[in-house]
């Protein structure tokens, strides 16, 4: 069955640096979105992309954040100076279409020292 | 804006016992529900979800949820929990309305199972 996938699995970094998070959504989808779950509290939305834009996001996704689909089969979610309340689980989704079920990766698990 | 509320924290039940964890959501038209789980250290794996028609859906590992519009509720229910069942389920609701995609999670109810 196919799936979404995340690298790394976990990533450590010092604040103020930049940090790239990579996924590969299923190959036919063409909604893509990046949530995040700081330890112990709720999933919340940042960004959905579709056709190669930004479709909607969240407060959260300020201008330290952007996303790329750089090529056919990855979507990534760029950090450019993290900050220590950056540090979170970071989920990536993908569907076929709007409304549809959206299949998440396993996760990216960030700590800024 | 829309909303879910999960009230129960963190529910402890004994294997083979059955279960019933809570959602209540607040949405201005017919929502598109769903239930996921995550295990710990493991991602986000989807339950089961209501999108239209019969409101008793059925999910995978014996996992069903009825939608009751009257409660805004959509209540996920097993007969008999096994171990392999401690993780934390998350219901969410979405998308949020013409041109929104985002889903709108609870905050999860953690489930611990005792042999």
């Known amino acids: 069955e196919p799936e979404v996938t995340q690298t790394p699995s976990h990533q450590v970094t010092q604040m103020g640096q930049e940090v790239i998070l990579r996924c590969v959504p299923i190959?036919?989808?063409?909604?893509f979105y990046w949530y995040r779950q700081i330890l112990g509290q709720k999933v919340e939305f940042l960004v959905s992309f579709y056709n190669n834009e930004i479709s909607e996001k969240s407060e959260i996704f300020d201008d330290q954040f952007s996303v790329e689909r750089p090529d056919g089969s990855n979507f990534t979610l760029k950090i450019r100076s993290t900050k220590l309340e950056d540090s979170a689980m970071y989920f990536c989704?993908?569907?076929?279409?709007?409304?549809?079920?959206?299949?998440f990766g396993p996760g990216t698990r960030l700590l800024v020292l | 804006a829309q909303s879910v509320t999960q009230p129960d924290i963190h529910i402890t039940v004994s294997e083979g016992a059955s279960l019933e964890l809570r959602c209540n959501y607040s949405?201005?038209?017919?929502?598109?529900l769903f239930w996921y789980v995550q295990s710990p250290g493991q991602g986000l794996q989807l339950l089961l979800k209501?999108?239209?028609?019969?409101?008793l859906v059925q999910g995978i590992k014996g996992f069903e949820a009825e939608f009751k519009r009257s409660q805004s509720s959509f209540n996920l229910r097993k007969p008999s929990v096994h171990w392999s069942d401690a993780a934390e389920y998350f219901c969410a609701v979405g998308p949020s309305g013409a041109g929104s995609y985002q889903l709108t999670f609870g905050k999860g109810t953690k489930l611990s199972v005792i042999p």
């Open positions: 190959s036919n989808h063409l909604y």
């Open positions: 209501y999108f239209s028609g019969d409101t």
């Open positions: 989704a993908s569907n076929t279409n709007l409304g549809e079920t959206q299949y």
């Open positions: 949405y201005g038209a017919t929502p598109y």
